[in-house]
């Protein structure tokens, strides 16, 4: 089957897979060949694809998955290769949104910016705990 995987910056992947696991909002689902029609928000996780003998692991930062039975394309917030993650960045990126998410709390003009920082804190979680 076809799968895509493209970020609102670029085109990060596209291959021929036998399996994805994706991991939706309500839970990960994995996707074989013929599945059914999905549409699936996405959580931040580890989103797997195997192709043959090769398992590629990424890092999604929330989005979406569309799913039919001839491929699956994933629309990625944030998207890293696990075996690209840089730890040190990783934490140092985390623990500076936490400082924000503080800052934004209880303020209900940054109402929009909290939202985003909640979404980024879930990214670098997930990032570290792959």
Do not use: R, W
């Not at 195997?50 to 998207?79: F, H, M, R, W």
């Amino acid at each position: 089957m076809q799968f895509d995987l493209v970020t609102p910056a670029k085109m990060v992947s596209s291959m021929e897979a036998d399996y994805v696991m994706v991991p939706g909002e309500d839970g990960s689902f994995g996707v074989l060949d013929g599945h059914c029609l999905v549409i699936s928000t996405l959580k931040a996780g580890l989103l797997t694809v195997k192709s043959g003998t090769t398992e590629t692991n990424y890092c999604v930062g929330g989005g979406l998955a569309d799913v039919q039975p001839t491929g699956v394309t994933i629309l990625a917030d944030d998207v890293i290769k696990v075996s690209d993650i840089n730890i040190k960045e990783t934490k140092q990126s985390l623990a500076k949104i936490q400082a924000d998410i503080k800052s934004y709390t209880g303020d209900e003009s940054k109402a929009v910016l909290l939202k985003k920082a909640l979404k980024k804190q879930a990214y670098f979680e997930a990032m570290l705990s792959v």
